[in-house]
């Protein structure tokens, strides 16, 4: 079942690069008292993700955060170690959370994952992006063609927050 407006964000750990190494992060705490623009893509370093999406959000960080997002993260189906290279490539910094759901384990939570086995990539991420308060889900923008990142991209959050 696909999560929906109004629901509350499932609980999960997601990983992220730290100087330490990868380091878990529940979803309860990531979301917890924090308005959270998430957005998510089918794999680092694929064409559409690292042409438009990704970047949209890193040129726009602070428009989301002068409009009270505290928190911007980018999640894929990929390792910590890819998210954080790819973040690094792409000039993520401070502006972009770079999550890894490595086992999809939140992405098969919430419904939005798909089956990319026939391109030798295994269960994947669907694009979307969602705005999440408090760990309530407020808005949730799918791509119907995962090829753009119009729905789920910077420019449509933008209006939403």
């Known amino acids: 079942m696909t999560i929906k407006v109004g629901d509350k964000i499932p609980e ?3 990983m992220y690069m730290t ?7 529940k979803t309860s705490e990531l979301f917890a008292g924090k308005k959270v623009v998430l957005f998510a893509l089918p794999g680092a370093f694929t064409p559409t993700c690292s042409n438009q999406h990704l970047p949209g959000f890193i040129n726009k ?3 989301l955060n002068a409009k009270g997002v505290d928190l911007i993260a980018c999640l894929s189906v990929n390792d910590a ?17 770079m999550l890894g759901d490595g086992n999809g384990d ?3 939570a919430v419904g939005l994952g798909f089956d ?12 979307y992006s969602m705005l999440i308060e408090d760990g ?26």
Not at 19 to 25: A, C, H, L, N, Q
Not at 116 to 127: I, P, V
Not at 136 to 161: C, I, R, Y
């Open 106 to 108: 939140f992405t098969k």
């Open 61 to 63: 960080a602070g428009d």
């Open 19 to 25: 100087d330490k190494g990868p380091t878990p992060v």
């Open 116 to 127: 990319g086995s026939g391109f030798g990539m295994g269960t994947r991420s669907l694009r």
């Open 81 to 97: 170690f890819v998210m954080d290279a790819w973040g690094k490539a792409q000039g993520a910094d401070d502006k972009v959370m």
């Open 12 to 14: 999960a750990t997601l």
């Open 136 to 161: 309530v889900v407020k808005s949730l923008n799918q791509e119907e063609n995962p090829g753009e990142a119009k729905a789920s991209g910077v420019e449509h959050m933008l209006t939403l927050v």
